[in-house]
C-alpha cells in the first residue's frame, strides 16, 4: 500500500521536470526498483496508471528496471544471488554478506 504515494511522488516529479522543460507530456520514465527497497515493482505499474491519468505522465510509459540482491563473498569477494537458505559462495564455498545491491530506488531517466 505504501507504494500508492511513493507512484504519486514519481509523477509529480517527472512534471515538474515536464514544466521545467516547457514539455506539453512526460514520454517515459525510467525507474530502477531493487527487490529490497521494500518497494513492489507490479504495485507501482498498477498505480501509475491509475494516478496518471489526467496528468502530464497519461500514457506515460513506464519502465522499471529490478535490481536483484547480491551478496559478496567474504573469502574470495565475489557478488552472487543468493540461493535458498544459503549463504554459501559458489565460487569457492566461502560465506556471503549482504551488500546495497538490491535497496536501488530511483528515477533514472525522464524523456518528454
Not at 19 to 29: G, L, R
Not at 40 to 67: D, M, P, T
Amino acid at each position: 500500500m505504501h507504494e500508492y504515494p511513493i507512484t504519486q511522488r514519481i509523477i509529480e516529479i517527472a512534471e515538474e521536470y515536464a514544466n521545467k522543460n516547457e514539455a506539453a507530456k512526460v514520454k517515459q520514465i525510467n525507474l530502477v526498483v531493487g527487490d529490497y527497497s521494500g518497494y513492489v515493482a507490479s504495485s507501482i505499474e498498477l498505480y501509475f496508471e491509475i494516478i496518471a491519468e489526467g496528468s502530464l505522465c497519461q500514457k506515460a510509459k513506464l519502465n522499471i528496471e529490478r535490481i536483484i540482491p547480491k551478496l559478496k563473498c567474504s573469502s574470495c569477494g565475489e557478488l552472487f544471488v543468493r540461493k535458498p537458505f544459503s549463504f554459501e559462495c559458489p565460487y569457492c564455498k566461502g560465506e556471503g554478506v549482504p551488500t546495497k545491491i538490491g535497496q536501488e530506488f530511483y528515477i533514472k531517466s525522464i524523456e518528454v
